[in-house]
């Protein structure tokens, strides 16, 4: 069974940036767009970013365009999600998810049966 393990959180001063990476234990990683989605206390889980397995084609929340690249590496098996311009409003546990099916490129979370154990991320203002 392939293991998501997300990497890179912390803590972060409002205007500041991190660098997540969530490294797949799954060969097939290439074969799977990939996503980012968040969850901050008392909240349900969002949808961040999405890449497409041809790693050009992307999908952005609208809260975090212009602020926020994902990317990926399949020679490496990883995802990233470079964070910019970061906002208290940010602070949430990040999870990265591979959907159910190798032909979904997909908001919705329940696309999605993979999923990482999170990484926290706080923005101090």
């Known amino acids: 069974q392939v293991q998501l393990v997300e990497s890179g959180g912390g803590l972060v001063q409002a205007g500041g940036s991190l660098r997540l990476s969530c490294a797949a234990s799954?060969?097939?990683?290439?074969?799977?767009?990939m996503a980012w989605f968040r969850q901050a206390p008392a909240k349900e889980r969002e949808f961040v970013s999405l890449i497409h397995r041809n790693g050009v084609t992307t999908d952005y929340a609208e809260f975090v365009k212009g602020r926020f690249t994902i990317s990926r590496d399949n020679a490496k098996n990883t995802v990233y999600l470079q964070m910019n311009s970061l906002n208290p409003e940010d602070t949430a546990v990040y999870y990265c998810a591979r959907p159910r099916l190798t032909t979904y490129f997909r908001r919705e979370t329940l696309a999605y049966d993979t999923w990482g154990q999170g990484t926290q991320v706080t923005v101090s203002s």
């Open positions: 799954d060969r097939r990683f290439s074969l799977y767009a």
